[in-house]
């Protein structure tokens, strides 16, 4: 059913979602209907498939938008602080930012200035003061290597494939801590790496996937560039 929920607006999106069981969550449901993918993808923001938003990056398709909230929430609730590699047009930084709420924070990373000025303008169409307080920071750097000034994170989420484990995202966690990320290169899957209090760490397969790959500014910018 994930492929099947396109709508022809963001709450029968949200809908379909629901109604698919990808949504199980009552709050992740408020949230996704809240923040309008319209307002962060250039073209078919209700249609369950990922869009290009330029730079050979892409906005996730919403079902795994959806998979990747409710499997955060845990990690995603008020005041806690969160880092979003790859956030591309910053969809879902702003759905993370609206469950942390006013005394939390929520990072966006991407190595590509001009899809961290998107970002920031489409996060600016209804969240101006998310940027001016500071529970919204969207910034240019390598999200390879997460964001050490801010860390350890609650939770980091990651938008494009590690060929292997992330070993440095995962340590900036906290503990306990979750890090949900699609992994590997012609085969990939979706891993979820807990961090439990003592400092170890739990890994599980949740599903397969295809994600552009987590890679270098050069290399990504050799891509397509066309909406």
Not at 140 to 167: F, N, Q, W
Not at 200 to 226: C, F, N, W
Request: aromatic share 8%.
């Amino acid at each position: 059913m994930a492929w099947r929920c396109t709508g022809m607006s963001n709450i029968e999106l949200v809908d379909n979602l629901k109604s698919s069981h990808i949504i199980k969550s009552p709050l992740v449901y408020q949230v996704m209907k809240k923040i309008d993918r319209n307002d962060f993808c250039p073209r078919y923001a209700y249609e369950d498939a990922p869009q290009s938003i330029s730079y050979g990056a892409t906005i996730s398709a919403p079902h795994m938008h959806a998979y990747a909230l409710e499997h955060l929430e845990k990690y995603l609730q008020p005041n806690m602080k969160a880092l979003d590699v790859g956030s591309g047009s910053g969809y879902l930084t702003a759905c993370m930012a609206e469950m942390v709420g006013s005394g939390g924070k929520v990072v966006g990373i991407e190595h590509i200035k001009e899809l961290v000025d998107l970002s920031d303008r489409n996060m600016k169409k209804h969240h101006e003061d998310w940027i001016e307080t500071g529970q919204v920071e969207f910034v240019v750097g390598d999200g390879r290597l997460g964001h050490p000034s801010e860390a350890p994170y609650d939770c980091i989420h990651v938008g494009a494939a590690a060929e292997t484990k992330p070993t440095d995202l995962i340590a900036q966690l906290k503990a306990p801590g979750r890090l949900f990320t699609p992994v590997g290169t012609s085969q990939q899957s979706i891993m979820i790496y807990d961090k439990k209090e003592d400092g170890t760490v739990e890994e599980r397969k949740i599903m397969g996937v295809m994600y552009v790959p987590l890679t270098d500014a050069e290399k990504q910018r050799g891509r397509d560039h066309s909406y």
